[in-house]
């Protein structure tokens, strides 16, 4: 009498079962997976933390038309911010909301307010908005000096009006200079390969632990991989003035430089504060950096009475209260000699 096929089907099924128990993923699949569920752990932690805080910044902006006697014309573009007290704070770039005739926020939840504009900065692209709530979701700002390259980073904002969207990378370099859309070089900025489309502008930066370490600025067209971050402590003392002041009111110098380590020779030599110092990498004809005998390829250990590790040390010294006043700048010069030069900046040229 033939079998039911039922039972050969029962038969197959638990062999299939008893297979699968024996195959055991080995200690090394296991170890990858622990490290891969651990990544993914970091991530969504992150985005749980953060995510709340991120919004949608909406603008309306009237643009000049192309043809001559056509009236001007109103274009709408979108950005990403973050805010960063409960009153309704938030740091975006100056390039989203630069010319704006209304500013627009939208929050993670799908609340919506006005935003004002506190003060934007051109030389950092950086600005602050405010909107008329209390309560908010706020994130954390970390530290960019404590940043290394390769370290995992994430970024979040509303590409291409895809909003809260989260892309993951690494730190791909520091200390690289960008110039902003006014033409003016934006010094000591991070490069990432997380990745930025239009949209992003404005959004954080956030290392593992959830701290924003930058906002994010540009991307380098028609490159893949290629996207960059104002430092978040280039962002925290910005934007301290400009919810104080509105404005960013610097001295000028007239020099580019670039953070660089220093030699632990030259550290013991000099008996040198920091470890690292600014490189002048190129000093401006006419300015006072001229003026005052710096060049090219100076390293520049002190300003004031002030040791300079970073060109963030520069900036946070070179305010308006240093205008038209002599400044004593300690260089090393072909890394053997140390030079003491009288500087005098003045305001920022328009």
Not at 297 to 312: E, N, T, Y
């Amino acid at each position: 009498m033939p079998r039911d096929s039922s039972d050969f089907f029962l038969k197959f099924l638990d062999s299939a079962v008893s297979a699968e128990a024996e195959a055991k993923p080995t200690p090394e699949v296991e170890a990858g997976a622990d490290l891969l569920d651990a990544y993914s752990q970091a991530v969504t932690n992150v985005v749980s933390a953060v995510g709340p805080a991120v919004v949608n910044i909406r603008v309306k902006k009237k643009v000049q038309a192309r043809h001559r006697g056509t009236p001007p014309q109103e274009m709408e573009a979108t950005g990403s911010g973050v805010i960063i007290t409960p009153d309704g704070y938030i740091i975006t770039n100056s390039h989203v909301v630069e010319g704006a005739r209304t500013i627009e926020v939208g929050l993670p939840d799908g609340s919506s307010y006005p935003a004002k504009l506190v003060g934007q900065d051109s030389a950092t692209d950086l600005a602050a908005v405010v909107v008329p709530a209390s309560g908010l979701p706020i994130a954390r700002l970390g530290d960019s000096d404590k940043l290394r390259v390769g370290q995992l980073v994430i970024a979040i904002g509303n590409p291409l009006g895809f909003q809260s969207t989260v892309t993951t990378g690494v730190i791909s370099a520091l200390g690289r200079s960008l110039r902003s859309q006014t033409g003016r070089l934006i010094e000591n900025v991070i490069q990432t390969d997380a990745a930025l489309n239009p949209g992003n502008s404005g959004g954080p930066l956030v290392d593992s632990r959830g701290a924003i370490v930058g906002i994010n600025t540009a991307i380098i067209q028609f490159a893949q991989g290629i996207c960059f971050a104002i430092p978040v402590n280039t962002a925290r003392w910005v934007v301290s003035l400009l919810i104080r002041e509105g404005k960013v009111t610097r001295g000028y110098l007239g020099i580019s430089g670039q953070t660089v380590p220093l030699p632990a020779r030259v550290v013991r030599f000099f008996n040198l504060e920091h470890t690292t110092a600014v490189h002048i990498m190129g000093v401006a004809p006419g300015s006072p950096a001229e003026a005052g005998g710096l060049k090219e390829g100076d390293i520049i250990i002190s300003v004031g009475q002030d040791g300079v590790a970073s060109v963030d040390d520069i900036h946070r010294m070179l305010t308006k209260d240093v205008i038209g006043k002599s400044v004593n700048v300690v260089l090393l010069r072909g890394w053997t000699t140390r030079l003491e030069k009288s500087v005098v900046p003045a305001e920022v040229p328009e």
